[in-house]
């Protein structure tokens, strides 16, 4: 929640930039005008949203990751992970795209606030246009989850294997493999994140 928070200004000014199809600056500006707290807009489906859709994601993860270390030939566990990372992510997109959809609309100024932002969705689109973009959210997130959560779980055992520790990963390892991981990731797919916004 803690990094959901600082970086969401960050995310603000993105999400102003490609929807408005605006320079950093213009967006910035635009947001100034609009007061400090426009930098937050959309902060509290993004955190609830991102939080609830995460613990599926990470639950449902560890579980068809187990059940294929369970049931395969070992071979295949490590292919697998990448399968169980795309299973994952369909079962948390049910939460996190009306939180995505309904943060960028409030972000983008389409919506005043959470609340009327709500009812005006349902009233204006009713269930079905909560997952407005599901497939565009799809198509960025399913490959990036299942490069993120199988290059996580295999650059663990590199930087683990890379300090002498084999088999076995330290709180340091597991940091530095989601850092390379997430920057790695985040930079591959950022295009298919501006199709998504659009």
């Known amino acids: 929640v803690a990094g959901d928070l600082a970086l969401h ?46 613990a599926v994601k990470f639950a449902v993860y560890e579980r068809t990751k187990a059940w294929a270390a369970e049931h395969l030939d070992e071979k295949w566990v490590p292919a697998a992970r990448f399968a169980c990372a795309a299973v994952a992510f369909l079962a948390c997109s049910v939460i996190l ?54 290059c996580y779980d295999a650059l663990k055992g590199v930087v683990a294997a890379a300090r002498g520790r084999r088999g076995q990963t330290s709180a340091e390892d597991e940091l530095a493999a989601a850092a390379l991981t997430g920057g790695l990731v985040g930079f591959l797919t950022n295009p298919l994140d501006v199709v998504k916004t659009r």
């Open 97 to 150: 795209v009306p939180g995505e959809l309904l943060k960028s609309r409030i972000q983008a100024g389409a919506y005043p606030d959470l609340i009327r932002g709500l009812g005006m969705l349902f009233q204006e689109e009713g269930l079905v246009g909560a997952f407005t973009g599901y497939q565009a959210t799809l198509f960025r997130d399913v490959p990036y989850t299942m490069a993120e959560l199988g």
């Open 9 to 54: 200004p960050v995310d603000t000014i993105k999400t102003v930039q490609q929807a408005s199809g605006i320079g950093f600056g213009a967006a910035f500006a635009e947001l100034s005008a609009r007061g400090p707290l426009a930098f937050y807009d959309g902060v509290v489906p993004y955190v609830v949203g991102d939080g609830l859709s995460g």
